[in-house]
């Protein structure tokens, strides 16, 4: 996943601990970065449903405005947020995929739930 912070990022990343990752996240969630660099399976698994559930909203902007309709925000469009998104849905997915050894039972099975609701099925996690 290529990452581009705006300058505002970019300063606060030079004054703080957090990760470029951790940055992106918050900046395409309008959530704190503390709270996207938390990285208890909790929090991440709260992290991919909202990057899941704000990549079908930009879908849905973006299929507003090709039908021409006016009322659901078509005009708020923006390819670049809907790519970033998905970018870093996939990403997500790929780091918990590879965490996989690291889990337990119940972890995993939470985890295939989730993954199975976003439409993720086909990663060493979900099978």
Known sequence: MQIKLTSAAIKLQART???KRDLFIAELLG??????SDRTLERRLVI???????HKLEIIRGQSLQSG???RGGWLYDVNRQLNLRSALDAEI???DAELPEMTDGAILITRAILKQIGA????IAA
Do not use: Y
């Open 94 to 96: 790929r780091a918990l």
């Open 48 to 54: 991919l449903l909202n990057l899941n559930e704000a």
């Open 69 to 71: 309709e006016t009322g």
């Open 31 to 36: 959530v704190t970065p503390e709270f996207a």
């Open 121 to 124: 099925e086909n990663t060493k």
């Open 17 to 19: 601990k957090f990760s």
